[in-house]
Each structure stands twice: as structure tokens, then as C-alpha cells.
């Protein structure tokens, strides 16, 4: 009987000597080989715009430029200009508000406004929108710079009220178009068309 007693306690005091090391090697084993971290995101800065009720973000690498155009809230650039976002707010001379359903009514507007601009080259079909709760078009075209440097526009037409919002994000040159994508998509993902 004393000797079933002390192999049970030889035994038991082995498995508790077991879970003890196995508690203390997960303890060990956390500090040496430390959890993966999340990847850290991009830091962005956050434009606002109070007299237009608009707001976006851009990669905080980028430099904010000063607009020539006084329509255009925000400019801002990365350090070696190849990529760029700007939003600008103008009436749109348009007596009613458009919604979803009214887009295709405006699109022979916006698909005139871009052929006022004669350094486009080619415009892909456009696509309807609702940025930042504001319905509108995106077009991807190329264009040509006085330098004769080709670059590339992703360019919403968003309609907030009377107001005709455009947000242009540029590539140059066009090749970086596909690189710069996501970050483009980045941007856009973060307007917002009303702040309140």
C-alpha cells in the first residue's frame, strides 16, 4: 500500500513538474519570440475646410503647395511631385440638387468640362460615384505637360447642393499610375463631402 502511495506522489509531483515547466516556457518562450505587430499605417495629414464643409487626408510625406486657383481648397504634392491630390469647390450652375438617380442627366456636363482642357489625351469611360456621401463621375485620362511629360488623372466630379466638388489625383509620369493606385484610393476613401 505505501509503496502504490508513493509511486501515485512520484506520479503526480512529475505531472505537476510538467504543466509548471510547461507554464514557464510559454512565459520564456513570449518574451524571447515577441507576438507579430500589426504593420504600422501610414501617417496622413487631415485638410478641413470649414467655408466649404469638406475634409480629406493625404500621406503626411506630402508638402501642402499653395493654389494659384482660388476655387481649389486644398493642394498638396509628394516631395518629388510625382504624385499629388487637390480638391477644389465651384458652383455648378445647376438649379437642383443631383442625386444618384440624376447622374447620367449631368454627365454630358462633366464630360464637357474635361474637353475644355486641350492637354488631355485620352479619357477612359467614366464611372458614377458616391464619394464622401456626394454622388458623382470618376474619370482616368492621360494628359500632356509643357514639358511634354505625360501624366495621368484619376478626377472626381462630386456633387454637394449648388457645388460642383472636384477631387484630381495625379501621376506623373502616367506609368506610376498603377503603383500610386492604392494610395489614390486611400485618399479618396477618406473625403468627406459634409462634416456635420
Same mark, same amino acid.
Not at 500500500?1 to 509531483?13: C, D, E, H
Not at 509643357?146 to 484619376?154: C, L, N, P, S, V
Given at each position: 500500500?505505501?509503496?502504490?502511495?508513493?509511486?501515485?506522489?512520484?506520479?503526480?509531483?512529475?505531472?505537476?513538474v510538467a504543466v509548471l515547466a510547461l507554464v514557464i516556457g510559454g512565459v520564456v518562450g513570449r518574451s524571447i @519570440?515577441?507576438?507579430p505587430a500589426e504593420p504600422p499605417r501610414p501617417a496622413t495629414e487631415r485638410f478641413a475646410d470649414t467655408l466649404t464643409d469638406v475634409a480629406i487626408s493625404y500621406p503626411a510625406t506630402w508638402v501642402r503647395r499653395i493654389p494659384?486657383?482660388?476655387g481649389v481648397r486644398i493642394l498638396a504634392s509628394s516631395p518629388d511631385a510625382s504624385a499629388g491630390v487637390s480638391v477644389?469647390?465651384?458652383?455648378?450652375?445647376?438649379?437642383?440638387? @443631383?442625386?444618384?438617380?440624376?447622374?447620367?442627366?449631368?454627365?454630358?456636363?462633366?464630360?464637357d468640362l474635361l474637353k475644355t482642357d486641350t492637354r488631355i489625351n485620352a479619357i477612359g469611360t467614366p464611372t458614377a460615384v458616391t464619394i464622401g456621401?456626394?454622388?458623382?463621375w470618376r474619370y482616368t485620362y492621360t494628359y500632356r505637360m509643357?514639358?511634354?511629360?505625360?501624366?495621368?488623372?484619376?478626377h472626381y466630379y462630386l456633387f454637394k447642393d449648388a457645388r460642383l466638388v472636384q477631387i484630381v489625383l495625379q501621376?506623373?509620369?502616367?506609368?506610376?499610375?498603377?503603383?500610386?493606385?492604392p494610395t489614390f484610393d486611400q485618399i479618396a476613401d477618406t473625403f468627406e463631402g459634409s462634416r456635420r
Open positions: 500500500m505505501q509503496r502504490k502511495w508513493l509511486v501515485g506522489g512520484v506520479v503526480g509531483a512529475l505531472a505537476l @519570440v515577441p507576438a494659384r486657383d482660388q477644389s469647390v465651384r458652383p455648378s450652375g445647376l438649379e437642383e440638387p @443631383v442625386t444618384a438617380r440624376l447622374l447620367p442627366v449631368v454627365r454630358p456636363l462633366t464630360d456621401g456626394l454622388p458623382g509643357q514639358d511634354k511629360t505625360e501624366g495621368a488623372h484619376i501621376a506623373v509620369p502616367k506609368e506610376k499610375l498603377d503603383e500610386l493606385q
